[in-house]
């Protein structure tokens, strides 16, 4: 059973995680919060494969969210909030986390721990 069968998983293997599905690629961020107190970021996309459309492999899921508990984190966002925002790549090193935005904008944050909790819907 693979990971887009079930509604709920953990992933502790970012790095191959995030490249077998292309850093979400074209992906629109339809939210993107913090809460402060438990030092969790939410960020929740449609169309989590949306990079692979066009091929045979490709399967719609209209709601993904992947929850990231972070020890530090910078945002920089020059973005006029009327637009869409799509992801563009989220690259991993080590317990080190870019995400980059399309048309502009990233995130950078370390791990509190080196796994994520997605939920699909």
């Keep these: 059973m693979s990971l887009l069968d079930k509604k709920e998983e953990t992933i502790r293997d970012l790095k191959n995680f995030f490249e077998s599905y292309g850093g979400f690629h074209d992906s629109e961020i339809i939210d993107l919060h913090m809460n402060l107190k438990n030092k969790l970021l939410f960020i929740a996309i449609s169309d989590p494969l949306a990079n ?17 508990e972070v020890n530090s984190i910078m945002i920089e966002m020059k973005q006029d909030f009327e637009d869409q925002i799509f992801l563009y790549d989220i690259i991993v090193e080590k317990n080190e986390i870019e995400i980059l935005f399309s048309p502009s904008g990233k995130i950078k944050f370390s791990l509190n721990r080196n796994n994520i909790l997605i939920k699909i819907d």
Aim: glycine content about 6%.
């Design 52 to 68: 692979f459309k066009g091929f045979e492999n490709y399967k719609y899921i209209k709601y993904m969210q992947i929850i990231f």
